[in-house]
């Protein structure tokens, strides 16, 4: 099936730090999102992107939609405790009706 | 209150017991979804349906059957459980293909199952 790459796996930084991540796919999507899964919780809706070039920002959290249709980003700015969690990406592929998610990134901060 | 709920938050249960998992949302979402999710391993769609009448397997649908009750409720049932499908389990919806954030899905707080 259809394959999301994440990276990184774990991510392990300062309080203050600004933070990135990526999803990577070989399929053109056509909708990126982002999830945030905190522990003993259902992933949470972040970010929804449905434009190649598409910038959007959530408060600290900004996300791209790649030119290439191939791949997103999030970043993090300014890191705070209770960022602490698992970010998951997810796309929708060209003709599919579901969502692909990635492995997810494990943020872990130091106070 | 919680826009999707799912019961039991917590169930341990015995090599080959049936078990069922049950999702109840107050979205008004036509679609809904069952993953799983172990360590490592993200989400893997086990079920989902766009509507009371339509069913649609997932990519691990093995070992797993679904009910729409209803367009709130999604019931997933482990016909015989074995200790591999010790896992997480998540019920999500999604608006049906009229709104124009139809693949948005949102996420109950999960089962947490043990199978021994």
């Known amino acids: 099936g259809q394959q999301l790459n994440q990276s990184p796996q774990s991510m392990f930084i300062q309080e203050g730090e600004d933070v990135s991540m990526n999803c990577t796919s070989s399929?053109?999507?056509?909708?990126w999102l982002w999830y945030k899964q905190d522990p003993g919780e259902g992933p949470v809706l972040l970010i929804a992107l449905y434009k190649a070039g598409e910038l959007t920002s959530n408060g600290r959290l900004t996300a791209q939609f790649g030119i290439t249709r191939k791949d997103s980003f999030l970043n993090i700015s300014a890191s705070i405790p209770s960022d602490v969690g698992i970010y998951f990406c997810a796309g929708q592929f060209r003709g599919a009706q579901k969502l692909v998610f990635g492995q997810g990134t494990r943020l872990t901060i130091n106070p | 209150d919680a826009d999707v709920t799912q019961t039991p938050r917590n169930r341990i249960t015995k090599t080959g017991k049936r078990i069922m998992l049950e999702c109840s949302q107050t979205?008004?979402?036509?679609?809904m979804y069952w993953y799983r999710q172990d360590p490592g391993l993200g989400l893997r769609l086990i079920y989902y349906s766009f509507d009371v009448k339509d069913i649609n397997k997932g990519e691990i649908s093995d070992g797993y059957s679904v009910s729409r009750q209803a367009q709130a409720k999604f019931s997933l049932s482990l016909e015989s459980a074995i200790p591999n499908q010790t896992a997480l389990y998540f019920c999500?919806?999604?608006?049906?293909?009229?709104?124009?954030?139809?693949?948005?899905?949102?996420f109950g707080p999960g089962t947490r199952l043990t199978v021994l």
């Open positions: 399929s053109i999507f056509n909708t």
């Open positions: 999500a919806t999604s608006p049906g293909t009229m709104h124009s954030s139809y693949n948005e899905q949102f």
């Open positions: 979205k008004g979402h036509d679609r």
